[in-house]
């Protein structure tokens, strides 16, 4: 039971490159959501998936494109990547809203 | 949206001490307020957590508290100990979302 996994675990972009974040759980949660955590910040959401086949923004989704690929699946997309998305990206799924979420290991992405 | 205040940024305590880290929340809708600790390198785990419709909760070591009339809750560790240094982060959960505290550094010293 690997609970949710992410890849890459680093990556580095050069402005105006693309790459999309993967993260997979196997916990059979309805619930899965992205979020961004910058010094000083705390996390801050992205998007989130309430359940297969929908999907909603958070917080900050300037700049990201999400894909509920299916109930295990959740990625993340930066079409055009920009300095300012240098962060740790983490993923997190859930049973549902009011229930704990378990995140991944997270994403540590310079963008340069 | 919601807006969750979080303090004091860092924490020091020697070991055996008690600590506490308190947070403020705006939405009086929020019904869901989980604590949750980061180690470094490491995703934030759930430690505990408390529902709108109690006021204290308690697992060996940690309490949580909640006030809804003056909406601000609390973290409560007795007798810390040098694994519990970490980052504490505080939530609140309106319908999907979920809103973190800027967090708190927390040292014991041994």
């Known amino acids: 039971n690997a609970g949710v996994t992410q890849t890459p675990k680093f990556q580095v972009l050069k402005t105006g490159q693309s790459m999309t974040l993967q993260c997979a759980q196997d916990?059979?949660?309805?619930?899965m959501y992205w979020y961004r955590q910058d010094p000083g910040m705390g996390l801050r959401l992205i998007y989130y998936?309430?359940?297969?086949?929908?999907?909603d923004k958070g917080e900050v989704p300037n700049g990201y494109n999400v894909s509920r690929l299916n109930k295990r699946e959740f990625s993340l997309r930066l079409e055009s990547a920009a300095p300012s998305q240098t962060s740790v990206y983490f993923c997190?799924?859930?049973?549902?809203?009011?229930?704990?979420?378990?995140f991944g290991p997270g994403t540590r992405l310079t963008v340069t | 949206g919601e807006n969750v205040e979080q303090h004091p940024s860092t924490l020091s305590v020697q070991e055996g001490d008690s600590a506490v880290i308190k947070c403020t929340y705006s939405?009086?809708?929020?019904?869901?307020f989980p604590w949750y600790k980061q180690e470094l390198g490491k995703g934030p785990q759930l430690i505990i957590d408390?529902?709108?419709?109690?006021g204290e909760k308690k697992d060996q070591r940690i309490a949580v508290t909640l006030n809804k009339t003056a909406k601000h809750f609390s973290l409560h560790i007795t007798e810390t100990q040098p694994e519990d240094s970490a980052v504490y982060f505080c939530?609140?959960?309106?319908?999907?979302?979920?809103?973190f505290g800027t967090g708190t550094s927390l040292t014991v010293i041994p």
């Open positions: 916990m059979n949660h309805n619930s």
């Open positions: 408390i529902r709108s419709n109690v």
């Open positions: 939530a609140a959960n309106t319908g999907n979302q979920f809103y």
């Open positions: 998936s309430a359940s297969e086949g929908t999907t």
């Open positions: 939405d009086s809708a929020s019904n869901y």
């Open positions: 997190a799924s859930a049973w549902g809203g009011n229930y704990e979420q378990y």
